[in-house]
């Protein structure tokens, strides 16, 4: 950098690089002014309208801003407007759903469609945690998606089911209470060749007269498979409501399921209690049927 200064009267800094290369001391272009400005302002408006200044308290606070904005009603905002979309858009299959029964609602493939894909929610909130995701069912709690219906698979007894719940009721040691330990353990074995295809066989006579004394066929059906639909499980297939272990089936035998007395249940006894859903829905007019249109498509349904 040069001491000496040749150009003394072109405004340069006295700044010079090899010889001739000057840093003069012009005004920034008046473009580059303004954005400066702008931007000044942008950052002091800023800094009033939103949350900003972290406050020196100690308290982790900040100033608030002038708008009152806050990240969280922004997103409420915009969520509304998302919901106020898709209510207007759906607003005539709402009201169809409303509206039509179910048995109507099964017969418009539209509607049916709809009525599964706005489901599933619904579902994953307020039946999965008993009878798991699609209706795999877990331990204790029927699966929804085979063709093997307690209370029926029909879209009526479907929906009746979700309305007011079910609650099956099997008395302990027969209909009449009065069987004993062997005649218990015989029907057993009777129950567990009948779901093998083998309650024909001669090795299980004694069992057999033991399901006909104990009057099972009132409910389980003279062969093992209910006449109608009313709570009692099919005893001719594989399909197990509490566990295929001979010992659970037995204590099913001898404790019954659902036995209450003096409003409490016995000790032993199997629970199987479906809840009953017309309180315990939000919109339940509407989504009753919507859910049972669900699980009647789950593939079991008749
Ligand atoms: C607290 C656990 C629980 C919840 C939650 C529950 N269920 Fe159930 N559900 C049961 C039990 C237990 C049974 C069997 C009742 C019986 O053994 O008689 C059942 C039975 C049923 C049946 C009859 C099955 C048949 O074979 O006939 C249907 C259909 C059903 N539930 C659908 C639903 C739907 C849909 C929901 C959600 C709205 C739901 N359940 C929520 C426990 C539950
Ligand atoms: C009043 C009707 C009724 C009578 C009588 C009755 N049951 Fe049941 N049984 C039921 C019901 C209801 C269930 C439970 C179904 C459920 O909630 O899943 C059941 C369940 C069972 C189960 C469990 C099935 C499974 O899949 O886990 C067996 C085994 C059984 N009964 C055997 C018998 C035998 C043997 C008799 C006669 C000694 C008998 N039941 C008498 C109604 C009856």
Request: glycine fraction near 10%.
């Amino acid at each position: 950098m040069a001491h000496h200064n040749p150009w003394p009267d072109e405004g340069n800094t006295g700044h010079i690089w090899d010889e001739d290369i000057r840093e003069l001391d012009n005004p920034p272009p008046l473009w580059w002014m303004l954005s400066f400005y702008a931007g000044f302002i942008t950052i002091v408006f800023y800094a009033l309208y939103y949350p900003t200044i972290p406050l020196t308290n100690g308290t982790g606070q900040f100033t608030k801003g002038v708008a009152g904005w806050t990240a969280i009603n922004e997103y409420h905002d915009d969520y509304k407007v998302l919901k106020d979309w898709r209510v207007g858009k759906f607003a005539d299959k709402e009201e169809k759903l409303a509206s039509l029964s179910v048995t109507e609602i099964m017969k418009d493939d539209e509607l049916k469609s709809y009525a599964v894909a706005t489901s599933k929610v619904l579902y994953g909130d307020y039946c999965a945690a008993c009878h798991a995701a699609g209706g795999a069912g877990n331990p204790n709690f029927p699966v929804l998606a085979d063709d093997d219906w307690l209370w029926g698979g029909g879209i009526k007894q479907i929906e009746a089911t979700l309305i007011n719940g079910r609650m099956g009721n099997m008395p302990a040691r027969g209909l009449m209470g009065n069987l004993t330990d062997q005649e218990v353990d015989d029907v057993t074995d009777y129950v567990i060749a009948l779901s093998e295809g083998k309650g024909g066989d001669a090795a299980y006579a004694a069992g057999k007269a033991v399901y006909t004394k104990g009057m099972c066929l009132a409910c389980h059906g003279p062969a093992g498979k209910p006449l109608a639909p009313a709570g009692a499980a099919n005893l001719t297939d594989h399909v197990w409501r509490f566990s295929s272990d001979r010992d659970t089936i037995k204590n099913v035998i001898t404790y019954g399921v659902n036995v209450k007395k003096n409003g409490e249940y016995i000790e032993g006894t199997q629970k199987a209690v479906m809840p009953a859903f017309k309180e315990r829905l939000p919109n339940p007019e509407v989504n009753i049927k919507r859910l049972a249109v669900y699980v009647h498509s789950l593939g079991g349904g008749q």
